[in-house]
């Protein structure tokens, strides 16, 4: 028996390209059956969503159990490598309990701070040492199973991770991560289904982790199976030089010899990206996907996303390391990161910054049908407070600008997925109290 439609009542709602006051949305199963401006007053029985509300946003570069390293890697100097160091240290801990605990907080986070799809970038395959666990799954499974328990939208990207470096053997800490070869890696990833929540994507985690002559395996099984494909690229300017001492190429050529790019993919970073890579990633139609508050947190530095969008690449905003978890602030950050490198303003609208953060990152996840407020599309809502000491102040219609230069995710107010109310009044509904469960969770892996 079919579920009456629910009614949803935005106090105002951005449309894409514009604020509408009074906004009534009908949601059925889980998707918008109608939406109808021009509504004055809450209809009788709708729910009531003050302030602003946008589509649901979208994190496209999640690793989850990155989270237990905020605040306690900003201690003293070092790069990139030596903070990789202590990210080893704590996957080795991971159990896939531990994992789910972990997860399932971090996922509800990102709840509150209105995200409601996440692309979570896994490569924790294995028991330490690297022997198989018994379920070869059991990860990311753990992953699906916390996303569901957060009440969010989850694309695992099942990384194949295979060699250290250019020719070099997995070191230690990688074991975790190597399934052999490209072939076993494929053949453990058919193992995992997709479900009503969750999707199954595929990732390269980088051109330094999967050898040349292994990355068209990985393109096949994501080609065959129509999935994402996301891959970490030009990262660091030590990758790059790398590469191109065993290849006589760049990473992005590489990738493009093998089949690599193209419109279901994405890469992640690009932050030292070359003119001819630019062309490349945009001329094949394959995403990027800016990190901007861990680029900096890492000292990796700015990439080149006025020219990536220029040349024809969607762009979307990830978490990544978990630095921060705020979509606004991605969003913001990549209009400010270009002032400084530039020192000249302007470089995006608000509208096309929250495209990256919702439309185009879901579809980076391989959910087209999550974004925008359409008949049709899935029902994600993501409203934010109009009278906080951050957000008080412009006149509503200047909703976009307001979201991205002004809010903050300590603003959302409610977070809405498939229709379901996942953040009421600034409280997740399934997980109580989240900081605890962050806590607990930290603590436990840490000690």
Not at 116 to 142: D, L
Not at 247 to 263: I, K, Y
Not at 372 to 383: F, I, P, Q
């Amino acid at each position: 028996m079919t579920a009456p439609p629910r009614v949803y009542w935005l106090e105002h709602g951005w449309l894409g390209t514009h604020v509408e006051p009074g906004v009534a949305v009908e949601v059925a199963d889980g998707r918008f059956t109608a939406v109808r401006t021009d509504v004055e007053a809450p209809p009788s029985g709708a729910e009531v969503l003050r302030g602003l509300t946008l589509p649901g946003l979208a994190d496209v570069h999640s690793h989850a159990f990155h989270r237990a390293l905020r605040g306690t890697v900003q201690v003293g100097s070092g790069t990139f490598w030596t903070w990789r160091e202590v990210m080893y240290a704590v996957a080795e801990r991971l159990t896939p309990e531990s994992y789910h605990r972990l997860a399932r907080a971090v996922y509800a986070e990102m709840a509150l701070a209105g995200i409601t799809s996440v692309g979570e970038f896994h490569y924790v395959h294995h028991a330490p040492g690297g022997k198989p666990y018994a379920e070869p799954n059991v990860m990311g499974e753990a992953l699906i199973q916390a996303a569901a328990d957060a009440g969010v939208r989850l694309t695992l990207l099942d990384a194949c991770y295979l060699s250290a470096g250019f020719g070099e053997p997995p070191g230690r800490h990688q074991l975790r991560f190597h399934d052999g070869t490209a072939e076993d890696w494929a053949e453990r990833c058919s193992g995992l289904v997709d479900r009503e929540h969750a999707r199954i994507g595929a990732a390269a985690h980088s051109v330094r982790a999967v050898p040349a002559d292994q990355l068209g395996t990985v393109a096949r099984w994501a080609a065959e199976r129509g999935a994402p494909l996301h891959v970490h690229l030009s990262e660091q300017v030590a990758e790059n030089e790398a590469c191109l001492a065993a290849h006589g190429r760049t990473p992005a050529r590489l990738l493009a010899d093998h089949g690599v790019l193209g419109p279901r993919a994405t890469a992640v970073h690009g932050t030292h990206l070359t003119d001819a890579d630019v062309a490349l990633l945009g001329g094949s139609g394959t995403g990027a996907c800016l990190c901007p508050t861990t680029e900096r947190d890492l000292a990796d530095g700015i990439g080149p996303a006025s020219a990536l969008r220029r040349a024809g690449s969607p762009l979307s905003l990830g978490s990544d390391s978990h630095a921060v978890v705020d979509l606004f602030e991605e969003a913001r950050a990549m209009e400010l990161h270009e002032r400084l490198r530039t020192r000249a303003r302007g470089h995006w609208t608000a509208a096309a910054l929250l495209r990256a953060a919702t439309v185009d990152g879901h579809a980076a996840l391989g959910w087209g049908d999550v974004g925008v407020m359409e008949s049709g599309a899935r029902a994600d809502l993501t409203t934010i407070s109009l009278d906080s000491v951050r957000t008080a102040g412009p006149p509503p219609r200047l909703g976009a600008e307001i979201a991205v230069f002004a809010a903050t995710a300590a603003d959302v107010r409610h977070t809405v997925v498939a229709g379901r109310h996942v953040v009421r009044d600034g409280a997740h509904t399934l997980v109580h109290d989240v900081p605890a469960e962050l806590s607990r969770a930290i603590r436990a892996l840490r000690a």
